[in-house]
């Protein structure tokens, strides 16, 4: 079934803490990284480690990682960035587990920056 996805995309800065841990190499590529975390009460409790183009600073992959065993469950690859209205974004974002073996994704095919939303978009139907 092919139809459309419009995804809402909203993030109060107080919702996610980084810290910067340094460049690291992964996959024979250097990216600058930083440990990502979601504040306390938020359901997704996995840290998060931010993998950074070191020339263009986009990101290009988070790996999640399991809070007790600090296990890496899986990545998210974040690539084919375009410019929309002096924003790049991803047009691909595509989840793979421990050995690499991709699970999903989503590849979109427009971007709207700032659209008028009808209030009655979010009743519940």
Same mark, same amino acid.
């Given at each position: 079934?092919? &139809?459309?996805?419009?995804?809402?995309?909203?993030?109060?800065?107080?919702?996610?803490?980084?810290?910067?841990?340094?460049?690291?190499?992964?996959? =024979?590529? =250097? +990216?600058?990284?930083? %440990?990502?975390?979601?504040?306390?009460?938020?359901?997704? /409790?996995?840290?998060?480690?931010?993998?950074?183009?070191?020339?263009? /600073?986009?990101? %290009?992959?988070?790996?999640? +990682?399991? /809070? @007790?065993?600090?296990?890496?469950? &899986?990545?998210?690859?974040?690539?084919?960035? $375009?410019?929309?209205? &002096?924003? @790049? +974004?991803? %047009?691909?974002?595509?989840?793979?587990?421990?050995? &690499?073996?991709?699970?999903?994704?989503?590849?979109?095919?427009?971007? $709207?920056?700032?659209?008028?939303? /009808?209030?009655?978009?979010?009743? $519940?139907?």
């Amino acid at each position: 079934l092919w &139809g459309q996805l419009d995804l809402l995309l909203y993030l109060d800065s107080r919702d996610l803490r980084c810290t910067y841990t340094g460049v690291m190499t992964r996959d =024979k590529e =250097k +990216f600058v990284t930083a %440990e990502a975390a979601f504040r306390p009460g938020r359901e997704l /409790a996995e840290p998060r480690r931010l993998y950074f183009d070191t020339t263009t /600073a986009l990101i %290009e992959r988070i790996d999640v +990682f399991d /809070a @007790k065993s600090n296990m890496r469950l &899986g990545t998210t690859m974040v690539g084919d960035y $375009k410019d929309h209205e &002096g924003i @790049k +974004f991803p %047009e691909l974002i595509e989840f793979t587990d421990r050995a &690499g073996e991709v699970l999903g994704g989503w590849r979109f095919s427009a971007v $709207k920056v700032n659209p008028e939303v /009808a209030d009655d978009t979010f009743l $519940k139907p």
